[in-house]
Antibody, heavy 121, light 108 residues
Framework: EVQLVESGGGLVQPGRSLRLSCAASGFTFDDYAMHWVRQVPGKGLEWVSGITWNSGSVGYADSVKGRFTISRDNAKKSLYLQMNSLRVEDTALYYC??????????????WGQGTMVTVSS | EIVLTQSPGTLSLSPGERATLSCRASQSVSSSYLAWYRQKPGQAPRLLIYGASSRATGIPDRFSGSGSGTDFTLIISRLEPEDFAVYYCQQYGSSPLTFGGGTKVEIK
């Protein structure tokens, strides 16, 4: 079964850091680009960051550029999001999502169930 | 950044009826790189349409997409109970990737 399982969310104070992980199974992980997409509960979707299959190209939303870093370990079939200098407005459910392609950013054909990040003092 | 505006915000229809959802872009979406997703309550989104009109794997033919440039449409020909959900469009023609604000299809 194709599956993405996120972990690492939780409650964190403003200005602190958090690292999210996404474990992939059921498909050849290094055949696909991967992404993080977030959603404030009850609100819409926001693309956060993406990374191509070999980490050759990464992209970030302006709202997180310079604070968040995406990475992947193909041997471990895992995707990561290092989130630094967290803000209250980063509070959201963070989804890991598989891209339909491996070399460019495209559409998201497989999604995890998400991990909740709450930034509050 | 391409801004996507979805309308209407909410669509109230009955099962079996036809739903027409709109997604308008602030600038032309290159190569019709426009996708649609359905999100049921408490679930992750699911890809329905990519390339403006191609159905994703396993998506029934009651879903159809059309459009180009700045105007795109998703049509659900006959609403099934599982179709009452929120729908999002997404463009992938330029970075950053962006989503529309969503259209909620609710039971009338």
């Amino acid at each position: 079964e194709v599956q993405l399982v996120e972990s690492g969310g939780g409650l964190v104070q403003p200005g602190r850091s958090l690292r999210l992980s996404c474990a992939a199974s059921g498909f050849t992980f290094d055949d696909y680009a991967m992404h993080w997409v977030r959603q404030v509960p009850g609100k819409g979707l926001e693309w956060v960051s993406g990374i191509t299959w070999n980490s050759g190209s990464v992209g970030y939303a302006d709202s997180v550029k310079g604070r968040f870093t995406i990475s992947r370990d193909n041997a471990k079939k895992s995707l990561y999001l290092q989130m630094n200098s967290l803000r209250v407005e980063d509070t959201a459910l963070y989804y890991c999502a598989r891209d339909r392609r491996f070399t460019a950013f495209d559409v998201f054909d497989i999604w995890g169930q998400g991990t909740m990040v709450t930034v509050s003092s | 950044e391409i801004v996507l505006t979805q309308s209407p915000g909410t669509l109230s229809l009955s099962p079996g009826e036809r739903a027409t959802l709109s997604c308008r872009a602030s600038q032309s979406v290159s190569s019709s790189y426009l996708a649609w997703y359905r999100q049921k309550p408490g679930q992750a989104p699911r890809l329905l349409i990519y390339g403006a009109s191609s159905r994703a794997t396993g998506i029934p033919d009651r879903f159809s997409g059309s459009g180009s440039g700045t105007d795109f449409t998703l049509i659900i020909s006959r609403l099934e109970p599982e179709d009452f959900a929120v729908y999002y469009c997404q463009q992938y023609g330029s970075s950053p990737l962006t989503f529309g604000g969503g259209t909620k299809v609710e039971i009338k």
